[in-house]
């Protein structure tokens, strides 16, 4: 799965760089520096589980070439281990809080590379309906360093993109590690408007 999709893109960059040199972009400029809101939504679910997930984002444009922002991360998960007669054996709720920043650099007008530092929060609800009903609360927290490539189209009326990282850091609290021996890729697709400012008037 990984390999195909770092295919798509390394095909995505040569189609790019191809139609670079053939075509004369007309676009009109953006404004200067201007400042975007948006972020991304994960919803998920399946048999005895749910998922939903926030990434807001406000993102500022520096240049042709940078993109420096600030990221929030909300993750809710229920997972309910089913016995072979359908009856719930135990039920765990996992919620996530993240905060941080990143840097999206622009070698080419639509493939970027992204390095965003955050800190996650994880905390964890576990319980046991079938032997003792005990129920338990853990948290964790760790630090992450998230990089990697992804594909993305930006004008002066908002942006899109699909991106995939890893985790530096790889620490065992991580939650793009925890319960992996590994770390996992981080899938990511996001949009975002401008924040449109009164100009003031002179006087």
């Known amino acids: ?4 999709i770092i295919f798509m893109l ?14 004369i972009v ?35 444009r520096y240049n042709d070439y940078v993109d420096l922002g600030a990221a929030v991360n909300f993750y809710y998960a229920s997972y309910k281990f089913l016995d072979n007669g359908g009856n719930v054996m135990s039920r765990t709720n996992n919620t996530q809080l993240g905060v941080g920043g990143f840097a999206r650099i622009w070698p080419l007008q639509k493939l970027f590379i992204q390095i965003q530092p955050e800190y996650n929060w994880t905390f964890s609800r576990a319980r046991d309906f079938l032997t003792t009903g005990n129920s338990g609360r853990a948290s964790v927290s760790a630090p992450s360093v ?18 995939i990282m890893f985790d530096l850091v790889n ?32 006087p």
């Open 1 to 4: 799965m990984i390999r195909k």
């Open 26 to 60: 007309t676009s009109p400029e953006l404004n200067p520096k201007p400042v975007f809101f948006g972020g991304g939504l994960v919803l998920g679910g399946g048999a005895g589980t749910f998922q939903i997930g926030l990434n807001p984002e406000l993102v500022k």
């Open 171 to 202: 620490s065992p609290q991580s939650p793009y590690r925890m319960g992996q021996l590994n770390a996992q890729p981080i899938f990511r697709a996001g949009f975002g408007i401008p924040i449109r400012f009164r100009k003031s008037k002179n």
């Open 10 to 23: 390394l095909v995505l960059f040569a189609l790019q760089k191809a139609n670079s040199q053939t075509t």
């Open 146 to 163: 998230l990089t990697g490539i992804g594909y993305g189209q930006r004008s002066e009326n908002g942006f899109s993109y699909f991106s």
